[in-house]
């Protein structure tokens, strides 16, 4: 059993965030859903409480927690991806989903959690011993929203 757990927050709409997760991750399953027993003070009998899920290999549990907290790009979950189709696909089915296009490899997915869907390769870019390659790719990002992997490579190359 890990030591940490990721724990986000929702308001009232973890086992629908779940479902999508399961659906569009690699190596995402839902696991164990809790429900409110029929003595809970503030939520109806058998409404989900906690949705104990693996979201990309990691622990995580989706808590209906209630309006009073709103997610922010303060905090994001970043996914390495292999291809320029795994890059599409994923951010396609965020944004697709009701979710909206940031900057850079960023989204939000409607429930408003943060999304970066990173290309391994920008790693690799961003370590280029050349430092004008360098400077054309991280140019060439700095105007992307969904990185274009096949751009980054022709700026960098000049």
Known sequence: MSKATLCLWYDHTAEAAAAFYAATF????IGTIQRAPSDNPS???GA?????????????ILLNGGPMYQ??????????????AETDRLWDAIVGNGGAESMCSWCKDKWGISWQIVP???????ADPDPAARKRGFEAMMTMKKIDIAAIEAARAG
Do not use: K
Not at 48 to 60: I, Y
């Open 26 to 29: 690699p190596d995402t399953a």
């Open 48 to 60: 989900v409480l906690v949705v104990e899920m693996t979201l990309l290999g990691m622990p995580a």
């Open 120 to 126: 391994r390769a920008l790693s690799r870019w961003m």
């Open 71 to 84: 997610h922010s790009e303060a905090f994001s979950i970043q996914i390495h991806t292999d291809d320029q």
């Open 43 to 45: 939520t109806p009998e």
